[in-house]
């Protein structure tokens, strides 16, 4: 059931549907630039069927990192291989 916090309404993300208006289900919205926040992401919309406006907050979960360069003067032949796993000191690849 939504809740009214300081005068509006907050509704959880078992009772709305990321990118479907939480008022009216409409699938009409509106995003503007989104901003980060603490736990996450908040994105402020507009839904052009009701005419509701909010903010949607997306929590956000560290899942990796993808390297698309290293420099050849920074890159381990253990690292290379996989043999071993490198670890960053100080701002270089560092053999374990």
Same mark, same amino acid.
């Given at each position: 059931?939504?809740?009214?916090?300081n005068?509006?309404?907050?509704?959880?993300?078992?009772?709305?549907?990321?990118g479907?208006? =939480?008022?009216?289900?409409?699938?009409?919205?509106?995003y503007g630039?989104?901003?980060?926040i603490?736990?996450g992401?908040?994105y402020?919309f507009?839904?052009?069927s009701?005419g509701s406006v909010?903010?949607? !907050?997306d929590?956000?979960?560290?899942?990796? !990192?993808?390297?698309s360069?290293? =420099?050849?003067? !920074?890159?381990? =032949?253990?690292?290379?291989?996989?043999?071993?796993?490198?670890?960053i000191e100080?701002g270089y690849l560092?053999d374990m």
């Amino acid at each position: 059931m939504p809740k009214i916090v300081n005068g509006n309404i907050e509704f959880s993300a078992d009772e709305a549907i990321a990118g479907s208006c =939480p008022v009216c289900q409409s699938c009409e919205i509106e995003y503007g630039f989104s901003d980060i926040i603490d736990t996450g992401i908040v994105y402020p919309f507009t839904c052009r069927s009701c005419g509701s406006v909010g903010s949607q !907050y997306d929590k956000t979960v560290f899942d990796g !990192y993808e390297i698309s360069y290293v =420099p050849e003067s !920074y890159i381990i =032949p253990n690292l290379v291989s996989m043999k071993k796993i490198a670890v960053i000191e100080n701002g270089y690849l560092r053999d374990m």
